[in-house]
């Protein structure tokens, strides 16, 4: 009877330790591929969001500055007084966002 059941024992563990083989090799194949999908897949397309200014174009972000930077130079050189000057200043960095969104909304 002992006998039996040692026999039978070591069937199950011979069929358990195939079913891990088995396994193994299947979560083998699955890693390999994986690994090969993530080196073909190119790395420059990746954008990450809550970047500042995530989503505009370099071009758009190279944009805003410039004209903003212009904005405040002609302010700077064409109004005489300081405190009117400081005041559009920082009025125009107030409003800046708002027209960022009205002109290069990309919703239409």
């Given at each position: 009877m002992s006998?039996?059941?040692?026999?039978?024992?070591?069937?199950r563990e011979a069929e358990?330790?195939?079913e891990k083989a088995a396994r193994a090799r299947k979560v083998g194949r699955r890693e390999r591929r994986r690994a090969l999908l993530r080196g073909l897949r190119p790395r420059w397309q990746r954008r990450r969001?809550?970047?500042?200014?995530?989503?505009?174009?370099?071009?758009?972000r190279a944009g805003i500055v410039v004209l903003t930077l212009a904005v405040?130079?002609?302010i700077w050189t064409?109004?005489?007084?300081?405190?009117?000057?400081?005041?559009?200043?920082?009025?125009?960095?107030?409003?800046?966002?708002?027209?960022?969104?009205?002109?290069?909304?990309?919703?239409?």
């Open positions: 006998k039996e059941r040692a026999r039978l024992r070591a069937v358990r330790e195939r969001t809550g970047r500042l200014l995530a989503r505009r174009s370099r071009a758009e405040l130079a002609s064409l109004v005489p007084d300081p405190a009117l000057r400081v005041l559009l200043m920082v009025l125009l960095l107030l409003v800046l966002p708002a027209i960022v969104v009205i002109a290069l909304d990309r919703r239409t």
